[in-house]
Structures are given as C-alpha cells and as structure tokens.
C-alpha cells in the first residue's frame, strides 16, 4: 500500500480589507443578496455572487420549499443563472455568504457537496479554476483556488462515454 497525502491551500483572510478589491466587491454582492432569500423553513439565509470573465457578476441565494429536498442553495441558483445567461463564459470566483437569523455565525460555511459537484463541472466545462470566497455573518474569511479543492478525487465527465 502507498500513501498519497493530499493538501489544499486555504488562505485565511481575518479582515476583510486584505482582500483585493475585486474579492472584496463580490463578497459584498452575496451578503447583499441575503435579503432575498427564501429561507422561512430553517432560517438560514445564504448569499452568492459569481463574477464572470467578462466582468459580469451574477448573484444567488437560498430558495427553500415545504417539500424540504426541493431546496434550491443560493450557490446553484447563481450557477443555474449564469449557465444560463452566459453559457460559454468561464467562471472566475464564487463568493459565499450566510446569516442564521437565530445565532451568529462567525466562521465561513463551506459549500454543501452537491454544490461543490456543480462548481465542479463548471470549471471542467470551461476549463478554469473558480476561486472561492467563504465568510460566515462576520469573521475570518476563507479563500480556495479551485472547486477540486474542496471536492477531492471527484466524479467527472471524464468516466462517462
Ligand atoms: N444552503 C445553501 O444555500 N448553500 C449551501 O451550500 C448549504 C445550504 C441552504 C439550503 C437551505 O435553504 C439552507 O441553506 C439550510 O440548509
């Protein structure tokens, strides 16, 4: 047997203002978009924004349902939009935020896996890594270059004929 120890770089980000500008704007974007959300089950709002290669920014947020498993997350309504809207421009980052209207959340909250597979295949789709920007409701800010690192050895396209 061989061991393979996989590492991901995760940068840390405590204040917000070390964040280029551009990072900065898009996480702006998503905790802007938490007021639309539809979240009146679990009260936990969630926010995105993409920016894209062309300079456009598309946002998402939470849609939940009575029938909970037909929730939509706030990361695949905005990638739905963009895909889309501007199906042949690659994705550059994704920028998340939450708020739990009962409790503070002072630590990002990662992407749920079924998000990180559609992010997934995005960057495959289009061939570039999407960074992605993680804050919780205030806190630290953490920032990964690519989708692979938060799904690896994942399921592609590549497996299929
Ligand atoms: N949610 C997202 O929008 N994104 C995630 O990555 C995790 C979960 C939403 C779905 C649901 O509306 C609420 O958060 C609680 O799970």
Redesign the pocket.
């Known amino acids: 047997m061989k061991l393979e120890n996989l590492s991901i770089s995760l940068e840390v980000y405590q204040n917000e203002s070390e964040l280029s500008d551009d990072d900065q704007q898009l996480l702006a974007r998503a905790a802007e978009q938490l007021k639309y959300a539809y979240?009146p089950y679990?009260r936990?709002r969630?926010g995105a924004a993409l920016l894209l290669a062309n300079g456009e920014i598309i946002t998402g947020n939470?849609v939940?349902n009575a029938a909970y498993p037909m929730?939509l997350?706030?990361?695949q309504t905005a990638m739905g939009a963009a895909a889309s809207r501007f199906p042949d421009v690659p994705i550059v980052s994704l920028a998340?935020t939450v708020r739990n209207e009962a409790k503070l959340i002072d630590t990002p909250?990662g992407?749920?896996g079924a998000?990180r597979q559609i992010i997934s295949e995005a960057e495959d789709r289009h061939r570039q890594k999407i960074s992605i920007i993680m804050r919780g409701e205030s806190g630290p800010v953490f920032k990964l270059q690519s989708a692979k690192d938060l799904l690896p050895v994942s399921f592609s396209g590549t497996f299929l004929p």
């Open positions: 979240a679990s936990f969630v939470n939940e929730c997350c706030a990361e998340v909250a992407p749920c998000c």
